[in-house]
T-cell receptor, first 109, second 113 residues
């Protein structure tokens, strides 16, 4: 079967660092994506990993370990506007995407 | 704007009715995806088009759901004999050939009474 797990909710303080974990079991693997989704809005692309290691993009970094079926999204210098749901998604072969349930992050002042 | 657009933004219908949801992808994007999202859940893959053909329709839940993209641009998701369980936000996304990033539209909120 196909399964993606993420924590349901997380809370962090403005200015802090938070790590959102994602574990996956899918029938194929053609890359792992992270999306941000504010309430009532469409998801927006944050990052893409296809090889093991860390990808850094400004305040956001994403890590992948294919052998462990594991990824994390690291958010630094948290801002209030980072309060949103963060979706982990895996692309199977053939571009069939499987999304996780999302992690709702609340950033507190 | 030049983003993905979806119409209507909201659709309320009665159980048993037929509905069509439209997606206009970003100009030039060859790949088009349909998802549906229930409250508190991640998007659920329905179907993927590469050009005019459905490259993967394994996510369509049953034969009441059908999607077309006759000219390789605009796509229509069609739902027959709607059921209350079909109520969700239907999202469309597009990406460029060889691109990894999917650009999502604002979605159509479907409510089946």
């Amino acid at each position: 079967g196909q399964n993606i797990d993420q924590p349901t909710e997380m809370t962090a303080t403005e200015g802090a660092i938070v790590q959102i974990n994602c574990t996956y079991q899918t029938s194929g693997f053609n890359g792992l994506f992270w999306y941000q989704q504010h309430a009532g809005e469409a998801p927006t692309f944050l990052s893409y990993n296809v090889l093991d290691g860390l990808e850094e993009k400004g305040r956001f970094s994403s890590f992948l370990s294919r052998s462990k079926g594991y990824s994390y999204l690291l958010l630094k210098e948290l801002q209030m506007k980072d309060s949103a749901s963060y979706l982990c998604a895996v692309a199977n072969y053939g571009q069939n995407f499987v999304f996780g349930p999302g992690t709702r992050l609340s950033v507190l002042p | 704007g030049a983003g993905v657009s979806q119409t209507p933004s909201n659709k309320v219908t009665e159980k048993g009715k037929y509905v069509e949801l439209r997606c206009d992808p970003i100009s030039g994007h060859t790949a088009l995806y349909w998802y549906r999202q229930s409250l508190g859940q991640g998007p659920e893959f329905l179907i993927y088009f590469q050009g005019t053909g459905a490259a993967d329709d394994s996510g369509l839940p049953n034969d009441r759901f059908f999607a077309v993209r006759p000219e390789g641009s605009v796509s229509t998701l069609k739902i027959q004999r709607t059921e209350r369980g079909d109520s969700a936000v239907y999202l469309c996304a597009s990406s460029a050939r060889g691109g990894n990033e999917q650009f999502f539209g604002p979605g159509t909120r479907l409510t089946v009474l």
